[in-house]
């Protein structure tokens, strides 16, 4: 296997490369003035199976869907036996269904675009709806870094803690976090206005006072549902507040916010590079290739 470092993803690919022992391919891009993509894999793939590591996540996602489907094109020009897209951060995967009339399905259509440029198949992280994937035009799976954001808390020093889900949809991501942690697990309730996009949310049955108490969630975008669930931890009086999340978009002053709702820190992997990825894909990522 030879592994394609995608623009979006070059740390990431090149410790995926150095775990699996196998070469790693630059691809050179670049954006033309008319705002344009272009990419070129600058090494033989010819005969070969490749992982093309590419996170789609903001700034430019469209940008970056665009040259995951040129990368997959261009491997299969140059010959490469197998495509297998590693997508940490897959964009539009929230888009997985007909909420109002009139919509489509955007991580369905994202799949056939790249099934249509040469994907042959998926690897991707925390995806929003692992039934999004059933639809998909290729195999396509989905694995879970909570495990590991969760060992990032137990060795500093917080193993005891308390692992929340901010919804009920996340509380599959709380008891993954649990196992680790093995301090108790429980969720919010949060009810979204599918018109205005404004939540509201409640906790029942749940005391977390003098507790410390970890919030996990798949994507943190707004921050929006994180500021929410501190603030009735501070409420209920929480003793310490961290959160932590496969996916940190932390658009516009998300971070700040947070920080200012008392969470003490704040803990992503590197689906998305910046400053609170600290947490990186690459064992769980190449552990999967490496069993495929
Ligand atoms: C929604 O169900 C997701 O799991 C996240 O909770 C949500 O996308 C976070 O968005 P925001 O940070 O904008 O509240």
Do not use: W
């Amino acid at each position: 296997m030879k592994v394609i470092s995608g623009p979006a993803s070059t740390e990431l690919a090149e410790k995926i490369s150095i775990e699996l022992g196998c070469p790693n391919v630059p691809v050179a891009s670049k954006i033309f003035p008319d705002g344009e993509s272009y990419v070129r894999i600058d090494g033989d793939v010819s005969g070969e199976d490749v992982a093309l590591v590419q996170t789609t996540c903001p700034p430019a996602q469209d940008g970056r869907l665009l040259q995951l489907a040129f990368m997959a094109d261009a491997a299969k020009r140059a010959g490469a036996r197998k495509v297998t897209a590693v997508v940490p951060y897959l964009a539009y995967a929230r888009q997985d269904k007909v909420f109002l009339a009139g919509e489509g399905v955007g991580v369905e259509t994202i799949a056939r675009m790249l099934k249509a440029a040469g994907l042959d198949n998926m690897l991707t992280v925390n995806i929003h709806s692992e039934a999004a994937l059933a639809q998909f035009p290729f195999p396509a799976e989905t694995v879970s870094a909570i495990p590991l954001l969760a060992e990032h808390f137990v060795a500093e020093g917080h193993g005891d803690a308390f692992a929340l889900a901010p919804d009920k949809g996340a509380m599959y991501i709380a008891e993954q976090a649990q196992a680790v942690l093995g301090g108790g697990a429980g969720h919010l309730d949060k009810k979204r206005d599918r018109y205005t996009g404004q939540t509201v949310q409640t906790a029942s049955g749940l005391d977390l006072k003098g507790q410390t108490v970890i919030i996990f969630d798949d994507i943190i975008s707004t921050g929006g549902t994180i500021v929410g669930a501190a603030k009735i931890l501070k409420e209920q009086g929480a003793k310490h507040v961290f959160c932590a999340c496969v996916h940190p978009l932390l658009i516009g002053d998300a971070e700040k916010r947070i920080l200012e709702a008392g969470v003490e820190e704040i803990i992503g992997t590197d689906s998305v590079p910046g400053k609170v990825s600290k947490v990186s894909l690459a064992p769980l990522l190449s552990g999967e290739l490496r069993a495929h």
